[in-house]
């Protein structure tokens, strides 16, 4: 990789916003899952968007000013443990793979920190996440301190690094939009492969083992998040993820499911009859959640601030709780009252990355931010509706959520998940090919 790489001038576009100052940003830390297991490790996504370096026990440290330079920290070439844990790159592969002015072994960092931070205005870092981290870094700083007598300073400021980062991340580059577009593209097979093996009998568990299967069947290295696999009442459940009921002739099932490829999520939910065919109120409630994201993205373009999508989800919603009889009152009160809140109690989208949730604000200065091309977003509308006072008898336990991945572009919008079906007519075909 050379220094014209992405990732080295993402690194400089970091040190020349920094002006002066020195950043450090530690990938994320191996945890234990039980005794000698580890769960599976995912590098952390600032780290990540900076180096592309994908093992654990590694640090990145930008320095800013007239003379830039970054500086990798990271494990030793250690040929034993390579045979018991697979390769590893070492300080001088590293620096040359991947286009770092200096690279060091990881048991160096404590000390050399001190003297990387001395005479420095400002640590850019992210304290919160970590408390054996925050005190690492704490440490250095008052190392730094204590050397006061010898004519050095500390940096007076300790800014925190994300706030830069964040504003990077939120518009993506065509690299990373082709790298979405071909995660899309996986999770919208792992939908339809899903759709076709669902049937009255079999389990939610065993649908998630579909997805899960052309997941990496693809090359996607793992699902962007736990799988929600949702039947019947349980879709009426946003985050259920336990995934153990079974299906029953006459339920909607709800897979809120996507993939991560090199880093990069995808999320989409479909909802659809486990039998094959929709009954007339699960038609109309799927419908009306239809119309909704459409709606929404009718405001996606450049221009437009963020909560006109949701909005305008909003408005559709409302006037079908009340057509349905769901809502009594004008659909005026109840957006005004909330009372739509009852059986659509979330926001219609998130910015979408590296996280699934991905980094950047949503208002700037208290107002709404404008969306931009490159913005890259999801649409997901949804009605829930539980059996409770009023509710029509033929609509409780129906759940419906129907999310789509989105690029702003510089005309309008790029659905990138347009291939998983949505339509009832979709839907019911590839349902009947199951049988074909």
Not at 155 to 167: F, G, N, T, Y
Not at 246 to 274: H, K, M, N, Q, W
């Amino acid at each position: 990789m050379s220094e014209t790489s992405i990732y080295a001038r993402r690194r400089s576009l970091l040190a020349e916003q920094m002006k002066n100052g020195v950043a450090v940003i530690p990938t994320a830390p191996e945890r234990m899952r039980n005794r000698d297991a580890h769960y599976p490790f995912r590098f952390d996504s600032y780290f990540y968007y900076l180096c592309e370096f994908r093992e654990p026990e590694a640090v990145l440290v930008v320095v800013a000013g007239e003379q830039p330079k970054s500086l990798l920290f990271c494990r030793d070439k250690h040929p034993e443990r390579e045979v018991w844990e697979g390769f590893r790159y070492g300080a001088a592969a590293a620096k040359e793979s991947f286009g770092f002015d200096e690279a060091y072994s990881i048991t160096l960092l404590d000390e050399m920190m001190p003297g990387l931070l001395e005479n420095q205005a400002s640590l850019f870092c992210h304290l919160g996440s970590d408390s054996a981290w925050d005190a690492r870094v704490v440490g250095w700083v008052n190392e730094v301190r204590n050397r006061a007598r010898s004519g050095v300073t500390a940096p007076r400021d300790i800014m925190d690094v994300r706030a830069l980062l964040d504003e990077m991340r939120v518009i993506k580059s065509t690299e990373e939009i082709a790298v979405m577009r071909r995660a899309a593209e996986i999770s919208a097979g792992a939908h339809r492969r899903a759709m076709q093996a669902a049937r009255p009998g079999r389990t939610e568990y065993e649908i998630e083992a579909e997805l899960l299967h052309e997941f990496r069947r693809c090359g996607a290295q793992a699902p962007a998040y736990t799988p929600i696999v949702a039947a019947g009442a349980h879709a009426c459940v946003l985050h259920y993820v336990e995934n153990a009921g079974a299906l029953v002739d006459g339920d909607l099932l709800l897979i809120d499911a996507g993939c991560e490829l090199d880093g990069y999520a995808s999320d989409i939910t479909r909802t659809f009859p486990v039998n094959g065919k929709f009954s007339g109120p699960q038609k109309d409630v799927y419908q009306l959640v239809l119309a909704a994201q459409a709606a929404a993205m009718a405001e996606i373009r450049p221009g437009n601030t963020w909560d006109k999508p949701h909005e305008a989800a909003v408005g559709v919603l409302a006037q079908g709780f009340v057509d349905l009889g769901l809502l009594t009152g004008s659909v005026e009160q109840a957006i005004e009252t909330e009372a739509y809140k009852k059986f659509y109690m979330h926001r219609t989208g998130h910015w979408l990355g590296l996280d699934v949730h991905d980094a950047g604000e949503y208002k700037r200065d208290g107002r709404w931010r404008e969306l931009q091309p490159g913005m890259v977003l999801t649409v997901e509308p949804g009605c829930y509706i539980r059996a409770g006072d009023g509710v029509p008898a033929q609509f409780v336990d129906i759940g419906v959520r129907i999310e789509d991945d989105v690029v702003v572009t510089a005309n309008g919008h790029e659905v990138l998940t347009r291939a998983a079906p949505k339509s009832i007519n979709e839907i019911e075909a590839l349902m009947r090919s199951r049988n074909e």
